[in-house]
Structures are given as C-alpha cells and as structure tokens.
C-alpha cells in the first residue's frame, strides 16, 4: 500500500523502485544502519548526500545519526527553522563542490522527529517530490525503529537521566498527537530529573482525550504513583468508560496500590466536531482559556474536587464534570504548578500573572501548537537559570480546523 501510494504521487519508474527497494531493505535494518541504508540510494534519486537529524529531548538541538556531523541549534540554523516551521529550506552551498541543500522537516502524524538533509547539484521538480517523499517515508521508519532503540534514545540525549525520570518518560506517548480537527502537545522539565509529573493524551472516534498528572513528592516514589494513574486513565479510557469513569479508575488505583500516596490532575475530552469541551479537575491548577492570542481570565476556572486517590477513601460522591464550548482556533492550556512556583535567580516568583504575560508573548507570533509550547517552556527554564525546583509540565490543546497546517517552501541565496 505504501509503495502504491508513492507510485501514484510521485511517478516515474526509477525512483519508484528506489524508494520501493529502500522501504524493504529498511524494514530488516539495525537503527544504526539508517544513514549508510539511505545514502546507499541517494544517487538513483538524483542526490549526492543525505543526512538524518533527530531533535534532543529538549528540542534545542537537532542531533546528527551518523558520525563526523555536528549537533545544530533549533533556535539559530537553518535546519532548525525548517523544525520550527515545518517548512522547506533550500541554500546555497559554500564549498568546492557546490550545488544545493535542502532541509525538510521529518513528520510523523504530527510529531515533529527533525529534519533531513538533502544535498544535491540542480533541484527541480521531480527532485524536490522525490526529497518530500523520502522525508515521509523515514519518518514512519524512525518511529518504529526508535521503539526499541537505544541507539536513537542516546541520540535525542544530551546528558545522563535519573531513575524516577526514566520510569516516567517510559509511559510517556509522543510529545504530539493530533489530525486536521485537533492536536494535543506538551512538554516536560527539567528533562532530566523528573519527579511526579506527567501527561498523557490519545484520539477515539471523533473524541480527543489529554490528561496532565502531577504527583505528590519528587522521588521514585512520586514517578510510581504517576505511572499508576497514567496506567488507571489508560485502563479506563481503553475500556470505553467515560470521563467520570475513567477518573474513578485512577482514583481507586491509587487508593489500592499506593495509599499514601495522591496526585493532582486535569482529565479532559474535546469533541472533535464540535468543540465541545468536558473536563475534571482533581485538586490541580484550572486549565486557561487562550482566545484571539489573549488568555481569558477565570473563564474555566471552577470549584475544586478532591487529589486523586482520596475520593475512593474519603467521599463516595462521582466527580464533576465541567463544560465549556471552544470556538475554532481556541486552545487550552494545563500547567502544573511547578510552573508558577518556580523563581528566578534573584527568588521571584514567576506567579500566574508573570505566566499568563509569558503565554500572551508566545503565542503572539502566530506559531503552531507545539512551537508555542516550545518556546514557552524555554522561557520559563532560562529565566530560572536551568535550575527548576520541581517538575514543571505544559499540556496545550488547539481545537479547529487547519490547526497543524506546515508552513510553505523558503529559499535563499
């Protein structure tokens, strides 16, 4: 099936057969072996070199799979703003052998991976299909084979991560999910050092689901009570229980396997048609409303419910569920409060007020979601000099139509 849908998008018998012949073979290579697998094919699809850059786990980093290349900044390369865009870039390039360079965003679904590089001596038409085309076939690759690689792991890693964190980010999903209707992207830090925080966010059948947990403490047992509930909403959604069920999953799953244990959290459902919106709130920060690049006070703010894994030992009442109808082009924002509690180096306190000016200021470019969050998280991180004091966990969701659409193709000189 996919070979026949590059057959039909990009025609031409040759560079069919290459990319036919490159699927197969990547299917039975090790991870290590993906840059010497696709140069291998490079010159039948009219290349002289192409290179593969994953993004670091704090995506300020495109870091090379390969030897002999060098790590590029997100924030001040090229290759970087085709990350940060989505878009094609081509330049010039300034050595004895000349010709051009294409970078072109890896995209798996909505996730963004990095980039590719992609160097060649004349670009037209039929060469720049069959560059988009590779890029959308290594994506899907990468994905699977970063499932159970720690080649790729080490990759995406710029230093060494302790124990509570690494049991966490194992039941982490991808940083991204979304379609056309709706997309849910988060971020978490510090990176390395992880307590209690975490997310989670999946898609049904016209449903998007996204939750944000934080639990009590910042040790491994907090990362054990928060692989607990990931594992309670998963097991609650995965069996067709409604919010207020799948809540009552988590809290009772506390309650039994860790009792002196509890967590905050924000459990959420948008429909996807509609824009209607249902959440609980258990005992965590309200969710903020950002409308026209403007965060609206107080608008989803309502009265606060127990942790999780107190209602199942302390109040038999169901939780509450709120609702609220978002308008194409609204997002929503959870936060723990390892954001707004964090201080700068002089000790002030960065406060919902700070906050809410830091989101006005980075959504005011007119970003996609999930660079927004991006560069929001790096604010907060820098102006705490990289020291945060407890976890600090950003989930964004953006309802409406077009709302991940990439950028268009940019060139220089």
């Known amino acids: 099936m996919a070979g026949e849908a590059f057959a039909d998008a990009y025609p031409g018998a040759e560079s069919y057969g290459t990319l036919e012949a490159l699927l197969q073979q990547a299917q039975h290579a090790a991870p290590t072996d993906m840059p010497d697998l696709v140069n291998r094919h490079a010159a039948a699809l009219g290349l002289r070199h192409v290179g593969i850059y994953l993004v670091d786990i704090q995506q300020r980093q495109l870091c090379p799979l390969g030897v002999g290349q060098r790590a590029l900044a997100v924030d001040s390369s090229l290759a970087g703003w085709t990350y940060r865009t989505l878009a094609l870039r081509v330049e010039s390039l300034d050595d004895p052998e000349g010709g051009l360079r294409l970078w072109l965003p890896l995209i798996d679904g909505v996730e963004r991976l990095g980039v590719l590089e992609a160097r060649t001596e004349v670009l037209d038409g039929a060469r720049m299909r069959r560059c988009r085309a590779l890029a959308a076939l290594l994506a899907p690759i990468i994905t699977s084979k970063r499932a159970y690689s720690d080649t790729f792991v080490r990759q995406a890693r710029t230093q060494p991560m302790q124990l509570p964190a690494e049991m966490v980010r194992a039941f982490l999903p991808p940083r991204t999910i979304g379609n056309e209707q709706a997309v849910s992207t988060a971020v978490l830090e510090p990176a390395y050092e992880l307590g209690g925080d975490a997310f989670d966010h999946s898609m049904t059948q016209g449903t998007l689901h996204a939750a944000i947990i934080d639990s009590m403490g910042h040790d491994l047992a907090a990362g054990l009570a928060t692989s607990v509930a990931l594992a309670g909403c998963r097991s609650g959604r995965r069996a067709g229980a409604d919010l207020p069920e799948t809540v009552d999953t988590v809290d009772h799953a506390l309650a039994q396997w860790l009792p002196d244990r509890?967590?905050?959290?924000?459990?959420?459902?948008?429909?996807?048609?509609?824009?209607?919106?249902?959440?609980?709130?258990?005992?965590?920060?309200?969710?903020?409303?950002?409308?026209?690049?403007?965060?609206?006070?107080?608008?989803?703010?309502?009265?606060?419910?127990?942790?999780?894994?107190?209602?199942?030992?302390?109040?038999?009442?169901?939780?509450?569920?709120?609702?609220?109808?978002l308008e194409p082009g609204d997002r929503v924002l959870l936060y723990t409060d390892g954001v707004t509690e964090a201080r700068d180096a002089g000790g002030t306190l960065l406060g919902l007020e700070r906050f809410t000016d830091t989101i006005i200021r980075a959504t005011a470019g007119g970003e996609l979601a999930f660079e927004t969050l991006r560069r929001l998280i790096h604010f907060i991180v820098d102006d705490q000099c990289n020291e945060l004091r407890d976890d600090a966990t950003l989930l964004l969701v953006e309802w409406g139509p077009d709302s991940w659409a990439p950028g268009g193709d940019a060139f220089t000189g």
Do not use: K, M, Y
């Open 262 to 325: 509890f967590a905050t959290g924000i459990f959420l459902q948008v429909d996807l048609t509609s824009g209607h919106l249902r959440w609980i709130n258990c005992g965590h920060p309200p969710p903020l409303l950002i409308r026209h690049h403007t965060v609206l006070d107080h608008v989803l703010e309502r009265p606060g419910q127990l942790p999780l894994g107190l209602p199942a030992t302390l109040n038999p009442e169901p939780r509450t569920v709120h609702a609220a109808d």
